[in-house]
């Protein structure tokens, strides 16, 4: 039993900068539930904000980089497809912040004709 966990500490350093890389991407991972659980609370009701999805990307991110150094499949499986949902969805909040910004926006056909003239 002492040998098994032994095995699993880190003997060289290369091995644990990817250890560390490996453990910073899960803090950073369980960070976003953080993040989405504050803000809800703030707004007092279920609320997505965007660092829940960079928080999730980067952690996926270094996790996946951890994953295909140890040639773990089933992590890198799991964790290379999150990555498209997670740069989908900041795609997806991005256009509708940019499209909102722009309805706000006033338009030189939204002013009146006295205001244009002036």
């Given at each position: 039993m002492l040998s098994e966990?032994?095995?699993m500490i880190p003997g060289t350093i290369g091995e644990w900068i990817w250890f560390c890389v490996g453990l910073c991407g899960q803090f950073t991972f369980f960070m976003r539930f953080?993040?989405?659980w504050i803000a809800s609370e703030r707004k007092k009701r279920?609320?997505?904000p965007m660092a829940f999805w960079y928080l999730s990307l980067c952690g996926t991110l270094m996790v996946l980089?951890?994953?295909?150094?140890?040639?773990d499949p089933v992590f890198i499986a799991a964790y290379s497809l999150n990555i498209f949902i997670y740069v989908r969805n900041l795609h997806i909040a991005?256009?509708?912040a940019r499209d909102s910004a722009s309805a706000q926006t006033p338009q030189l056909d939204d002013l009146p004709a006295k205001a244009i003239s002036d």
């Open positions: 966990v032994t095995s953080v993040v989405q279920t609320v997505v980089a951890y994953a295909i150094y140890k040639a991005q256009r509708c």
